[in-house]
């Protein structure tokens, strides 16, 4: 009998627990949460120029200096406390990216003052259901797609920061609007339930 060995996808550190975890339960499941998005947008947005390892061990930290990700929370962070921000080894101590988390908070609140539900508004770029791949090598796998270029373009005009079109696929991936995990991954047919 010949069956098709599974593996995880092969960008996971195998080595990592953390890594591995957030591999085999958090990246690819569907997130419908609004806060839960937002977070997962800022902490993409983080990762610019750096592994994603490095935010994902400082997640914890990053909830702890921005009230949980809270929008309306972090908006009434004083310049003081943004300063302060950037002596927590806690999170990464750039002053851009530390600023880039209130300029998306204040774009949240704006779609909501509008009427418009954060998630509802993230999931209508891909037609508000997820987009199943069927890569089997990670070769095939695109940086960004015509959906995160549309995306990229009406976060920033909103005025959201660190929202690339890359940024915001790796964004899509994180949180199951694609599944990109490999059809040979055991998180690939979780991901399409």
Same mark, same amino acid.
């Given at each position: 009998?010949?069956?098709?060995?599974?593996?995880?996808?092969?960008?996971?550190?195998?080595?990592?627990?953390?890594?591995?975890e957030y591999h085999n339960n958090e990246w690819g499941q569907?997130?419908?949460?609004?806060?839960?998005?937002?977070?997962?947008?800022?902490?993409?947005?983080?990762?610019?120029?750096?592994?994603?390892?490095?935010? !994902?061990?400082?997640?914890?930290?990053?909830?702890?200096?921005?009230? &949980? #990700?809270?929008?309306?929370? /972090?908006?009434?962070?004083?310049?003081?406390?943004?300063?302060q921000q950037l002596e927590n080894k806690e999170i990464v101590?750039?002053?851009?990216?530390?600023?880039?988390?209130?300029?998306?908070?204040?774009?949240?609140?704006?779609?909501?003052?509008?009427?418009?539900?954060?998630?509802?508004?993230?999931?209508?770029?891909?037609?508000?259901?997820?987009?199943?791949?069927?890569?089997?090598?990670?070769?095939?796998?695109?940086?960004?797609?015509?959906?995160? !270029?549309?995306?990229?373009?009406?976060?920033?005009?909103?005025?959201? &920061? #660190?929202?690339?079109?890359? /940024?915001?696929?790796?964004?899509?991936?994180?949180?199951?609007?694609?599944?990109?995990?490999?059809?040979?991954?055991?998180?690939?047919?979780?991901?399409?339930?």
């Open positions: 009998m010949n069956q098709a060995v599974q593996s995880i996808c092969p960008w996971v550190t195998v080595t990592d627990p953390i890594y591995v569907p997130v419908y949460d609004s806060v839960e998005l937002f977070e997962k947008l800022c902490l993409d947005g983080q990762q610019a120029g750096l592994s994603w390892i490095t935010i !994902l061990k400082k997640k914890q930290g990053y909830r702890n200096a921005f009230c &949980n #990700f809270d929008p309306y929370k /972090i908006v009434m962070l004083t310049p003081e406390y943004l300063e101590r750039n002053r851009l990216k530390v600023n880039s988390i209130v300029k998306n908070a204040k774009g949240f609140i704006e779609l909501e003052r509008e009427g418009l539900d954060f998630s509802e508004y993230l999931w209508a770029f891909v037609g508000g259901q997820p987009i199943v791949n069927e890569y089997i090598d990670m070769s095939e796998v695109p940086t960004q797609t015509k959906e995160s !270029l549309a995306m990229s373009k009406a976060l920033k005009k909103r005025g959201f &920061n #660190f929202v690339g079109p890359t /940024i915001c696929y790796a964004f899509m991936e994180a949180v199951g609007m694609v599944n990109d995990h490999l059809i040979n991954c055991p998180c690939y047919s979780k991901c399409n339930n």
